[in-house]
């Protein structure tokens, strides 16, 4: 295993996270790399004085801040039905605001259930405008990856010609993978023809 | 309207002419003169045949240098390559850095793709050759395939063979062993820029019987697996493309010398849906991808570029050239090792859209029936080869549809000599005198101009 390797996994291993296999060459990388044998006890201690430190608990006020407001409006949203539920769900205004909202004179369901036909109305807006942001998002993506989707799947195929280096291949096709999982595509060589 | 056809004809063959003569052809630098072949070698079809087979007979662990072309400059890339026969491959990348621990196992069914980095494995078709026999017949049909002598490479001997295609594209050169057949060092050269990929063994160790285990990937703990098997599996014509994405699929009317449709499928990524059609010479492919034009956007990358008057991106990616262009409500994309001229040549043929006008000429020098045209236009031939496929079905009294599949390749010069109780000598003969005499709609010119792309002019 190699130093670079070796450094990505001391995290899971600390965690005792990797299998057998990966576990043994780790520590037979250990053995003989000083680095990384300091870079393992620093992540070790670390592990240990997280694990040594008690539960926090918090303080008095902390849980009658929270409870407060939350009990308040589970009691009107319970003396006002399923509508008024739903309402202080939506909208926690103050009752009266509210109240003069609702005495418009709105038609049928609407004057009776104003929130609930708002909320119907809002959700079918978000449901239409789905492909339309759902599209405008993808557009963008093929934007970005166009090229190394296309690039990628023409170096799979050239993978399966007679003679064609895997190796070569791979390379190529792995880079357009990492572009196509939303990451920077690699850098160019060092080496300049 | 007849004469307005003809017109277009003439005005395309001119043009491709034009090019072709008017675009110098640079040749390769030659290689260093390796030491003539020992008094008794094989053949250099026995000697291809050896490298092709030797994946199936032969175990290897090696370490690879290659050095390829990429976005302007040569890159070295280390991998450790080990592979037990038939198909397990597993390749460790160890340089350069930002490739180091990269590891690719495949078991010629499905590749895995790991990324240390990312803590990542993505899930892909195979990058191995499909089958040997099919990838020989083109070779042997589409190049001249000489031996140039033997040389040693890691203290081994080798067979030295030269790969140069009948029409464009790179010419590979291979050196084989002489006892395995393992491909130890190969070099591709590109007629306008030389060298663009060079791969050589420092060190192979061969019959290890190395342990199955080792080609079986477990991805560590809390690895985010992602398939990006983009490509559906098996094989469509185009018309049957046509009918699953919902939007006319193009078909090239002409392509280089020895290029032959070799399969079709959909490529979907996200809500991005393109018909893929490949056609291959044997060594090389150019890939078209098809999707309507407002599913997908221009690349970042590239120079703009004119095909035909219409807006394209040329992007010159080192080993591998892009071509983008709109035509028809379609981005068409076209992806090959090609020189940047034919890829133009090809893009302008398809912006023509002399469909109707070819089909009538081709029917009418062939004498056939202009609905046969049509159907093997949909199965993804072109005019060249439609044409090449009704002179060899004349002159030897066979089927359109086993004619096709001795022009696709998939039907060997043996297995149709058999068929028709023939030596095979006999066959090749009377298939080239069919074909020179029959009037061919011309293909892409075979000579390969260097430079800036023909034809190319910023908007």
């Known amino acids: 295993m190699n130093h670079h390797r070796a450094g990505r996994l001391l995290s899971a291993y600390v965690d005792s996270e990797l299998t057998a296999a990966e576990t043994r060459a780790v520590q037979a990388h250990l053995l003989d790399c000083a680095a990384c044998r300091d870079a ?154 | 309207m007849r004469f307005a056809a003809k017109a277009m004809t003439a005005a395309v063959v001119l043009l491709i002419a034009g090019a072709a003569i008017g675009a110098p052809f640079v040749p390769p630098a030659p290689p260093a003169p390796p030491a003539p072949a020992a008094a008794v070698t094989p053949a250099p079809r026995a000697i291809l045949k050896m490298a092709l087979d030797a ?31 038939p198909n397990l491959l597993r390749l460790e990348y160890l340089s350069p850095e930002d490739v180091a621990g990269r590891v690719i196992v495949d078991d010629g069914t499905t590749a895995r793709h790991y990324e240390p980095a990312l803590n990542m494995l993505f899930e892909d078709h195979s990058i191995q050759d499909a089958g040997a026999a099919a990838g020989l017949t083109l070779l042997t049909r589409n190049y001249d395939i000489v031996l140039l002598g033997t040389d040693e490479v890691i203290g081994r ?19 084989v062993d002489r006892l395995t057949g393992t491909v130890l060092r190969s070099e591709d050269r590109d007629a306008s820029r030389g060298l663009v990929l060079t791969t050589y063994f420092s060190r192979i160790s061969f019959s290890l019987n190395l342990p199955e285990a080792y080609f079986r990937f477990r991805p560590p703990a809390g690895t985010r697996v992602v398939s990006l098997q983009t490509v559906a599996g098996g094989t469509q014509n185009p018309a049957q493309l046509q009918q699953q994405v919902g939007f006319p699929v193009l078909v090239p009317p002409a392509l280089p010398e020895g290029y032959t449709f070799r399969g079709g499928a959909v490529s979907r990524f996200g809500s991005l849906v393109s018909a893929y059609l490949r056609y291959s010479d044997g060594g090389n492919i150019i890939s078209f991808f098809e999707a309507p034009a407002g599913s997908i956007g221009w690349p970042t990358i590239g120079v703009p570029v004119r095909v035909q008057a219409q807006p394209g991106r040329f992007i010159d990616l080192g080993y591998f050239r892009v071509l983008i262009w709109e035509q028809r409500g379609l981005r068409i994309t076209a992806v090959g090792t090609a020189p940047s001229e034919t890829l133009m040549l090809v893009a302008g043929q398809l912006i023509a859209g002399r469909e109707q006008a070819l089909v009538t000429d081709v029917s009418r020098r062939t004498e056939a ?91």
């Open chain 2, 369 to 459: 029936d202009p609905a046969t045209v049509r159907r093997l236009r949909s199965e993804g031939l072109t005019f060249p080869e439609i044409a090449k496929t009704f002179a060899i079905s004349h002159a030897l009294g066979t089927s359109i549809d086993t004619t096709v599949r001795f022009v696709h390749g998939s039907l060997s010069v043996t297995d149709l000599a058999t068929q028709l109780g023939m030596r095979p000598d006999a066959l090749r003969a009377a298939v080239r005198r069919a074909v020179d005499t029959a009037s061919m709609t011309p293909a892409l010119p075979a000579s390969a101009p260097s430079g800036q792309p023909a034809g190319l002019s910023t908007p």
């Open chain 2, 55 to 85: 994946p199936r007979l032969i175990d290897y662990e090696g370490t690879k240098i290659i050095t390829a072309l990429r976005n302007g400059r040569m890159e070295t890339v280390t991998v450790a390559e080990s592979h037990k026969r």
């Open chain 1, 40 to 193: 393992y006890e620093n992540l070790r201690a670390a592990r240990d004085l997280l694990a040594g430190l008690p539960p926090a608990e918090p303080e008095g006020e902390f849980w009658a801040a929270i409870r407060g407001p939350v009990m308040r409006r589970a009691t009107a949203a319970a003396s006002a039905g399923w509508a008024g539920r739903l309402r202080a769900q939506l909208w926690p205004a103050p009752r009266a605001q509210w109240a003069s909202v609702a005495r418009l004179p709105w038609p049928g369901i609407a004057g009776r259930r104003p929130g609930l036909v708002l909320a119907g109305v809002l959700i079918a807006l978000a449901l239409s405008a789905l492909p339309l942001v759902r599209g405008t998002v993808d557009r963008l993506h093929a934007t970005e990856i166009g090229v190394d989707l296309y690039v990628h799947d023409h170096a799979m195929q050239m993978g399966t010609a007679p003679l064609v280096d895997r190796a070569y291949v791979g390379l190529v096709a792995g880079d357009a993978e990492l572009v196509l999982a939303g990451n920077t595509p690699r850098p160019v060589g060092d080496s300049v023809r």
């Open chain 2, 157 to 175: 001997q080798a067979y030295v063979l030269s790969l140069t295609p009948h029409g464009t594209g790179v010419q590979r050169q291979l050196w």
